[in-house]
């Protein structure tokens, strides 16, 4: 197989895009695509702050990386969750995200779960009764939390995650075969940043298929965690993303046209009524002050202050 640009041997053939290409000439393409990306969906312009959301996985790192060699302003952000087990995955990941940050002279900013709130997040499962003894509800609860108010205490325009086209579809195909319509109201590459508190997120990566984000970070030399973490064997989206890849197999594509499909029919107005009532008018929390829609206090404050209650009887 050779580059459809040189004709030199090329390390990559994308089915569904009927493209092959060489090293140089895939690691031009990848932020070439992703610029174009961040244009059409409107994600930020060059001036913006960024925080970039790093998980030590190969969708962020390669994320930060791209963006920082197009010449975007970008600091990362590490939420410690202390999920160790046999392949010390928090401890491995947070070594990772700061040699990168090291190695680009690009600031870090970490922030710990224990420290803050008081209990790892396995630890903070155990002590509620969120997500039935799993921690990846309290966990995702979490993050998105800390994600909002740090990005909002700092001042930052746009937080970024690595999400990509596998990830995307597999949460498009759970939200499509449960009709849930106010989840996909709100799917997309950029959410609104919101006057009463949420920060705009942006997902640049959204259209890269997994293998082509791994590639890059592969030929790039990032080095990434390879392990997923612990508690996701058995997660349903993992059982999409199976499900979908076999459907991909048959029909080279299917998963990119299942989301510009998607993304059509959104902005030719199919989800105008759920984005309204979906906009519910947010609130701050007594506790945090961050926004939310419970009257009282939000739901990370709920939780964690149930989850250091239980830790003082214990
Ligand atoms: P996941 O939910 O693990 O598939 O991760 C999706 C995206 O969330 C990643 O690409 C990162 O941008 C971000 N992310 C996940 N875990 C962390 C973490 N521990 N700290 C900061 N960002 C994270
Ligand atoms: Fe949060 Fe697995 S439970 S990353
Ligand atoms: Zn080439
Ligand atoms: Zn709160």
Redesign the pocket.
Known sequence: MKCRKCGEKAVINMRQHKLALCRTHYLDWIPEQTQRFIEKYQMFGKDARII??????K??LA?WDVLHRLGYQTTG?????GINGDTDY?AK?QYLSESFAVENELELILVDVAEEAGATIPEASKLTQRGKGKPCSVC?LT?RYV?NRVAQERGYDVL????NLD?EVAVLFGNTITWAVGYLARQGPVLEETSDGLIRKAKPFCRFYERETAAYALLRGIEYIYAE?PYAEGATSIYYKELLNQIEDGRPGMKLSFYLSFLRAKNSGLFDQESTIAKSKLVKCRTCGQPTTAPDQCAYCRTWDAVRSRRDVA
């Open positions: 970039v959301a790093v998980s030590g996985g969708d962020s994320l952000l590490y939420i410690g969750l928090s990941s995702g993050k994600m970024v995650t690595g999400h990830d973490c």
